[in-house]
């Protein structure tokens, strides 16, 4: 059997945002997560559904991720997207683009449904039917 070097290492993601006190109410108040108390000033986990975690760390001068940096697939995307804007969640709007969104913030131009919203940080995340 090899052995590799990462085996016994629990590895997660990063990303930064220029709130950590912002990104901790909205991870954990309007998207329902677990969040931890700071690991160190500005750092945080998030736990995610499966068990992975990403950490979320304050950097002064943040610039959003041009990407979408967190994706949740659920079973009914339409609910999901109903329940996110009741809980204030503002989807994006991609009109005259490829990726093109109806009324709800919804892509349906192929692939999986799928709609994105941004935290208080302005990365992108996505909520994605999984079919």
Do not use: C
């Not at 052995?3 to 006190?21: K, M, P, R, Y």
């Not at 995307?77 to 009109?95: I, K, M, P, S």
């Not at 093109?100 to 909520?127: C, H, K, M, Y």
Request: aromatic content about 10%; proline content about 6%; charged content about 20%.
């Amino acid at each position: 059997m090899t052995t590799t070097l990462f085996e016994s290492s629990t590895a997660f993601a990063g990303f930064s945002v220029d709130d950590v006190d912002a990104a901790t109410r909205f991870y954990r108040d309007t998207l329902g997560l677990t969040v931890s108390e700071p690991v160190q000033p500005g750092v945080v986990f998030i736990d995610l559904p499966g068990g992975a975690r990403v950490l979320a760390y304050e950097k002064p001068n943040h610039t959003p991720a041009t990407f979408t940096i967190l994706n949740f697939p659920v079973t009914d995307l339409e609910a999901a997207v109903t329940e996110l804007a009741r809980r204030g969640v503002t989807f994006e709007r991609y009109a005259g683009t490829q990726m093109e969104t109806d009324e709800q913030g919804i892509f349906r131009g192929g692939g999986p449904l799928i709609a994105w919203f941004t935290d208080p940080a302005g990365n992108v995340i996505s909520v994605m039917e999984d079919a």
